[in-house]
């Protein structure tokens, strides 16, 4: 009877334990209490949220240190957790170690070297970049990932689409607003359009290549096929899908296939699309701008063929199949010779068979007894 007791009063005090442990992990940890702020931040916040905060450099400059709240609150690396210290690395208490860096763009250049950490795939993929090669030639303004992504106010690059353009325009003004008359650009700014290409679509994104190569140059068709050659996304606009097509068959399309297969690295000048349509120019051919716009059209040809008369436009169909609706008088010529042609083929064909048969039968009845 006494062991039951004993028993019993043990199960109670651990039963007891118990709950008093479960409590203390509720009290610790609430099952609907919300995270608190990144406290990290919040105390780096309470001296840089001060707008007035800033730092004479050796050069002369005077660099802000204010930290915007608003801009962390929007950032992707906030939202997610990373805090300060991740990219700051060499400030780990306060007071913090005195800069060694005589100008801003020395610190931006030297802070940046932090992204390899998290982004080793893209980091590299920038060190093979025109814009780094560009900063070893000794341009220190090259781009870096804080010039295009920013440093504390890091958000999504392409929310919305037309912010890729936007970011580019900080370096290449000149050439972005060209971009915005022509009828890619238009439709992006405009229309916030998600079908026509941004900078990054034709350039790259990270590993950005010099487009005045050969090596682009070649490529060049193919790039534009990515989309005109695309024909659920050509039918939804009204164009044709075998312009790339038709391009290849032409004399200039297989003189830069031969280049492109052989000789990459080699310039040539048999045209591609930008020597017709323009780059960042490109118009809708019934833009009076347009440098396919019927009226300009022999202008852009003596380009190359200065010596194209006035009827020269006038035997091109364009990017355009032969058809008796758009050309009759070509579309009979074509069917002829799609006819006679093998025609004549096959007849040289049995004539030469038939010659090797009397050929044969002659040799074999002169050697008969």
């Not at 700051?88 to 860096?101: A, G, N, V």
């Not at 044709?240 to 097509?245: G, L």
Request: aromatic share 8%; net charge negative.
């Amino acid at each position: 009877m006494a062991t039951r007791t004993i028993h019993r009063q043990a199960f109670w005090f651990l039963l007891a334990g118990i709950f008093i442990l479960l409590l203390s992990l509720l009290a610790a940890s609430p099952v609907s209490a919300v995270p608190s702020a990144q406290e990290t931040e919040k105390y780096c916040l309470s001296c840089h949220g001060d707008p007035t905060l800033s730092l004479a450099l050796p050069s002369g400059e005077t660099l802000s240190l204010y930290i915007s709240q608003d801009d962390l609150d929007h950032s992707v690396h906030s939202t997610v957790g990373i805090e300060c210290e991740a990219c700051h690395t060499d400030i780990k208490e306060y007071p913090h170690p005195e800069l060694k860096y005589q100008t801003a763009r020395e610190l931006s250049r030297a802070y940046y070297q932090t992204c390899e950490k998290c982004h080793s795939v893209n980091y590299e993929k920038a060190q093979d970049s025109m814009h780094a090669k560009a900063a070893e030639a000794g341009n220190l303004d090259a781009p870096i990932c804080t010039d295009c992504h920013g440093a504390h106010d890091v958000r999504l690059p392409d929310e919305p689409r037309s912010r890729i353009s936007e970011t580019c325009r900080q370096c290449h003004t000149d050439i972005v607003d060209t971009y915005r008359q022509s009828v890619h650009g238009a439709a992006l700014m405009l229309e916030e359009n998600p079908d026509v290409p941004v900078c990054t679509d034709c350039h790259g994104v990270h590993n950005i290549q010099d487009p005045r190569t050969a090596q682009f140059r070649v490529a060049e068709p193919e790039l534009c096929a990515d989309c005109h050659a695309n024909e659920e996304l050509m039918s939804k606009y009204g164009l044709s899908a075998d312009v790339y097509s038709i391009y290849k068959r032409s004399w200039h399309g297989v003189d830069v296939s031969v280049y492109k297969a052989k000789w990459p690295t080699i310039w040539h000048d048999s045209a591609v699309c930008s020597d017709c349509h323009g780059i960042h120019d490109i118009r809708s051919t019934d833009d009076p701008q347009s440098k396919v716009n019927p009226n300009n059209l022999l202008a852009t040809c003596q380009q190359c063929h200065p010596g194209a008369g006035p009827n020269w436009t006038d035997a091109w169909t364009g990017h355009n199949e032969i058809s008796l609706e758009r050309t009759p008088f070509l579309f009979y010529v074509d069917r002829f010779y799609k006819l006679f042609v093998p025609f004549v083929l096959w007849g040289c064909i049995i004539y030469v068979v038939l010659q090797i048969i009397r050929a044969t039968v002659d040799r074999v009845r002169r050697n008969l007894p």
